[in-house]
């Protein structure tokens, strides 16, 4: 039985190194962030985050709930609180029946790139 192994391991990277193109386009993301920073913020836009909150990245003055440019949300909390929303600090609706998984992680990163 031959060995693969030389041929198959070029190949393994060159796949990863297309697919963090694809998700990242020109944008080194941190390690452990998922998702694409641009699409978020239309996503942003688009779902009215603005309305209760400031994100000067995404021209958001909302005073009702926190400024996210002074909180510095952890990636994984912004997921959390997209998702979810929360009924104990505050209202937020949660995004989980509104929005797909990946344009949670999308605004997640714009959201995450754009404060850190
Ligand atoms: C109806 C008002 C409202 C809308 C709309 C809203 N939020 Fe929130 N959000 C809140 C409230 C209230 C909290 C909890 C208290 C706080 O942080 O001000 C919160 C908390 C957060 C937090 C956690 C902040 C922290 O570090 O504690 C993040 C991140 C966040 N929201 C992002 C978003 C995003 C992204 C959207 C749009 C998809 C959104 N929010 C839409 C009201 C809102």
Redesign the pocket.
Known sequence: MQDLTPRVLPCVLCFAAALAALVAPGQALAAGIAGNPAAGKK??VA???????TLKAAGAK?V???N?DK????YA??IT??TN??TT?????A?KTQ?SAKQIRD??AF?YTSTH
């Open positions: 996503v942003f779902t009215g985050c603005a309305t209760c909150h909302g009702v709930a926190s996210l909180k510095k949300t952890a909390k912004i609180f997209v929303g929360t600090k505050g209202i937020m609706p995004y929005l605004v997640a959201v």
